[in-house]
């Protein structure tokens, strides 16, 4: 048997003083953080779940946000067609008045002067915003998309305010009718991607889907008040014909991006109701991975302290200080 030197217990004991108290070190942490993993090398696979957990719920989080966003979004381009629509509705009930055989000059320019006035409002509600953001200029969203003319017709803007109508743009502006005409996108959750907004030129330019008319809700406003404007036989019969119909498929185009608008704010209801359930879920795992248990860990020090104390009563027994103590 070799033999046990005075330094030989020396250093055993130190070593396993230094293991009780990295023990005890442990668990005042796991105890005052609330967390079981304070460092990574405290157990690496658990360490290396808890960030991807925390990973995942930031992301989650973002998601939620955009969900928000976008259904706030959605709310405001509804109310707007709903306006839009029943702007519409106001001047195709003008324009049956118009019709009227009893009518006179005067009284058709008051129609004319109301249909023009009502442009001017639809103006005005292609350019809402939400947020500082206009909401029908697709990603030409920090400038006002559109302008209401004195003619009745509604022109496009570029950057700097200049009007335009053809899908060319202006010179200092080629891309304006583009960027009006384009989506935008949000991510709701990993992988899904989707368009949400509605734009001028969904509302003004379209094909009528069961008659395949072409139709450009601009220029048929534009008609509607030139023909006002020399109400004679044949004008007024256009205003009460042709350009009647044609209304009549801008109020249901109106309807169909509002039913458009409808159904995307039912599906961010249960985007929503689903990034909800998924934080809850994965915050659930992530306290069962890292939260500490109070009542064991607790045990568990008292345990470690015990040890410790038994230790140091132990060695002051054992190793001697001087050799006066075996005097």
Request: glycine share 6%.
């Amino acid at each position: 048997m070799p033999r046990i030197t005075n330094s030989m217990l020396v250093a055993n004991y130190l070593n396993n003083m230094k293991r009780n108290l990295g023990n005890m070190s442990t668990l005042q942490n796991q105890l005052s953080s609330g967390n079981s993993i304070t460092r990574a090398s405290d157990n690496p696979s658990t360490a290396t779940r808890i960030m991807q957990l925390n990973s995942e719920i930031a992301a989650n989080k973002q998601y939620n946000s955009n969900i928000k966003d976008v259904t706030n979004w959605l709310d405001t381009t509804d109310t707007a067609l709903s306006e839009a629509g029943n702007v519409f509705s106001r001047i195709r009930e003008l324009m049956v008045k118009a019709g009227n055989g009893a009518y006179g000059k005067d009284e058709i320019s008051n129609i004319k002067d109301e249909i023009v006035q009502k442009v001017a409002q639809l103006g005005d509600i292609l350019n809402s915003s939400f947020d500082g953001n206009y909401i029908f200029g697709g990603t030409k969203s920090t400038s006002k998309p559109v302008v209401a003319n004195s003619d009745g017709s509604i022109s496009y803007l570029d950057k700097n305010g200049t009007a335009f109508t053809g899908a060319s743009g202006t010179a200092a502006d080629p891309n304006a009718y583009t960027q009006i005409n384009t989506k935008l996108t949000a991510e709701i959750s990993t992988g899904v991607t989707i368009e949400y907004n509605q734009t001028s030129t969904n509302i003004l330019e379209f094909t009528d889907t069961d008659s395949g008319t072409s139709v450009n809700a601009s220029d048929v406003l534009k008609d509607i008040v030139n023909n006002l404007s020399n109400p004679t036989a044949t004008n007024l019969s256009t205003v009460t014909g042709s350009d009647l119909t044609k209304m009549d498929y801008i109020i249901k185009n109106v309807q169909k991006c509002r039913s458009t608008v409808g159904a995307m704010q039912n599906r961010m209801d249960s985007a929503q109701a689903t990034n909800e359930d998924q934080n809850y879920n994965m915050t659930s795992i992530l306290s069962e991975v890292g939260d500490v248990d109070y009542t064991q860990k607790t045990m568990e020090y008292s345990v470690a302290q015990t040890v410790y104390t038994a230790s140091l009563q132990t060695s002051a027994k054992v190793l001697t200080k001087t050799l006066l103590d075996y005097l």
